[in-house]
């Protein structure tokens, strides 16, 4: 068996496709580079969009850039046929080893894909392989915009929502993601109302009927609330309730950085307040004890905080109303200025907040979403194109589904 043959069957062509020359070449720079000569059988006829087998009318030559052969960059050449087609056009054959238009061949694509899904860093993964990171970001981008033009959100009927920034200062995106499927299905720059429309707007896109989306997840923020009511009038509102917890966690630590002014023993306890008390190790958990005796107002202030989580077990909306209007009566009485303020929030998204006992959904999943782009960030030391970061989170959190093959057919 000659080198020609088996590059061929190496590579999967098959007929008409052959490797009629194998050379091996090393410039002044001591790098060692393997071309393959790819050529066809002579008299091959190939489909037209009719497919209908239609004569060769003159060849273009094209190099693609392949896997490498042990250390060595390895390279795909083929002086590619142009046919004339049945209505009597010129048009170039398109390779079964590359996509058109690509100076790559797919599974050289498909490597760097499965490199960056591995969590490895765009720039990593093209000093690996010896190209310029902006060919990866094209080929990254191209893969993604055509499994996104694929992708079917239009079942959805619970929907989240939260924002995760970009970069350092008030730079964000913002997700709208599948709580069923648990994957980003649009992002959109900023963090405003708008943000819900674009959301919107994508789903009518893709099929989904108007009202269709039952209930939605969003934190506290005005634009948001506004943005949901205006975009998705038919879904109830849920607040997220680990948004809800952390600002009466804020108002938990306000409480202790006031008594801490005047009581020094305070120092060091700020995530002795904050835990759940089966967090604590036993010495923390005793400390905790003494505490809140020694310090009537911070004692009240953590019976009121340990009071209010018991508002996600209520059996149903009007426990749960009965419930949290105890609870702001006695804050009420309580007179603590934080806790006070944290009341008047709850009161002004009443509904919203005791309607977690029926929905029962959470931004937790978003949560989870946003970690994972967080440390994609950090890993790529953050992204200066927009785009490219959009992108990465819809690699990472859209389950999206590619077509690239794994061999040559």
């Not at 042990?70 to 083929?78: N, P, Q, R, V």
């Not at 149903?316 to 419930?323: G, L």
């Amino acid at each position: 068996m000659n080198s020609e043959t088996l590059f061929s069957m190496a590579l999967g062509l098959q007929s008409p496709w052959q490797v009629k020359d194998v050379t091996f070449s090393t410039d002044e720079s001591a790098r060692s580079e393997l071309h393959l000569h790819i050529d066809f059988i002579s008299g091959s006829r190939f489909p037209d969009e009719a497919n209908v087998a239609c004569p060769v009318h003159d060849t273009v030559e094209r190099q693609w850039q392949h896997l490498s052969f042990f250390e060595h960059t390895c390279y795909l050449h083929c002086a590619v046929p142009r046919i004339t087609t049945t209505d009597g056009k010129v048009r170039t054959v398109d390779v079964p080893w590359a996509r058109p238009g690509s100076g790559f061949t797919l599974l050289f694509e498909a490597l760097a894909l499965a490199l960056i899904e591995r969590e490895m860093p765009v720039n990593r993964v093209a000093e690996i392989l010896k190209v310029n990171p902006q060919r990866i970001w094209t080929i990254f981008n191209h893969w993604i915009s055509k499994a996104r033009a694929a992708d079917d959100p239009s079942a959805i009927t619970k929907l989240g929502v939260d924002e995760t920034s970009t970069k350092k200062g008030h730079h964000y995106v913002t997700l709208g993601v599948d709580l069923d499927e648990s994957r980003v299905i649009h992002v959109t720059e900023g963090k405003g109302k708008e943000t819900l429309k674009s959301i919107q707007q994508h789903l009518e896109t893709k099929g989904a009927e108007p009202g269709q989306v039952k209930k939605i997840s969003i934190d506290l923020s005005p634009s948001f609330i506004a943005g949901a009511a205006e975009s998705f009038p038919d879904a109830q509102i849920t607040f997220d309730k680990f948004h809800v917890v952390k600002l009466l966690n804020e108002a938990m630590n306000q409480v202790r950085i006031i008594e801490r002014k005047e009581h020094s023993e305070l120092k060091g306890h700020k995530y002795t307040f904050l835990k759940n008390r089966e967090n604590l190790t036993k010495t923390k958990e005793q400390a905790l004890d003494e505490m809140i005796k020694l310090y009537p107002t911070l004692g009240e202030a953590y019976r009121l905080k340990v009071l209010f989580n018991d508002l996600w077990a209520m059996p149903d909306k009007p426990v749960a109303d009965a419930f949290l209007k105890q609870w702001c009566a006695e804050v009420d009485a309580a007179k603590i200025p934080a806790f006070m303020k944290f009341a008047n929030t709850v009161r002004a998204h009443w509904s919203g907040i005791i309607h977690f006992v029926e929905s029962h959904i959470t931004n937790g999943i978003l949560e989870g979403i946003n970690s994972k782009i967080q440390l994609a960030k950090r890993r790529a030391r953050g992204y200066r194109n927009i785009n490219n970061f959009i992108n990465m989170i819809y690699f990472l959190c859209g389950k999206l589904k590619f077509d690239y093959p794994l061999y040559f057919t």
